[in-house]
């Protein structure tokens, strides 16, 4: 079955950029048939969409978000990355990847990766 | 963006008992595209129910979602002892997609 595992720096100095790679394995991306999503989780809180992406590099992004945002794919190591520009103590979050169905529901999720925003 | 607004935002049930828990949206959610997520401390969320009630894959038939429109509700009949967790419900009718802030269903 897919599964996807998030990796980059837990620790991110402010006004920085933050980078995220998801790595699927089990199934792939050039195969088409799935968007691929990152979301984000504040401690303690709830769940905010953060934009998607689908093999050919078309992506869709949270307008709260979409200034600071891109993401990217690369399908020949069955990854996809997350950049958030310009970070501050309010990014600090635990990061997800998922697999998005068709801009729909997530499933399934990576097991998350937390990110720290702090000099 | 829709609002989702879950509530109680902690209920306290024994194992055995029933679990019923609301999401309530700012506006009408189209089509129905509602889901539900179940989270333990440490792991991601995972896939409960979409379509409003459609169970997803591998989900025990306890869980059960039901509603339209603006109010959704998710059953858990009798609850095992890994239900206990925080549970979100997020639609898709609108971009961007949002999540309600999650009920935790704790032991009591």
């Known amino acids: 079955q897919v599964q996807l595992q998030e990796s980059g720096p837990g620790l991110v100095k402010p006004s920085q950029t933050l980078s995220l790679t998801c790595t699927v394995s089990g199934g792939s991306i050039s195969s088409g048939g799935y968007y691929w999503s990152w979301i984000r989780q504040h401690p303690g809180k709830g769940l905010e969409w953060i934009g998607y992406i689908y093999y050919s590099g078309s992506t869709y992004y949270n307008p709260s978000l979409k200034s600071r945002v891109t993401i990217s794919v690369d399908t020949s190591k069955n990854q996809f990355s997350l950049k958030l520009s310009s970070v501050t103590a309010a990014d600090t979050a635990v990061y997800y990847c998922?697999?998005?169905?068709?801009?729909?529901?997530?499933?399934?999720w990576g097991q998350g990766t937390l990110v720290t925003v702090s000099s | 963006e829709i609002v989702l607004t879950q509530s109680p935002g902690t209920l306290s049930l024994s194992p055995g008992e029933r679990a019923t828990l609301s999401c309530r949206a700012s506006?009408?959610?189209?089509?129905?595209?509602l889901a539900w997520y179940q989270q333990k401390p440490g792991q991601a969320p995972r896939l409960l129910i979409y379509?409003?009630?459609s169970r997803a894959t591998g989900i025990p038939d306890r869980f059960s979602g039901s509603g339209s429109g603006t109010d959704f509700t998710l059953t858990i009949s009798r609850l095992e002892p890994e239900d206990f967790a925080v549970y979100y419900c997020q639609q898709y009718g609108s971009s961007p997609r949002t999540f309600g802030q999650g009920t935790k269903v704790e032991i009591k």
């Open positions: 998922a697999r998005d169905q068709w801009g729909n529901w997530f499933d399934p």
């Open positions: 379509g409003a009630s």
């Open positions: 506006q009408s959610v189209n089509t129905n595209y």
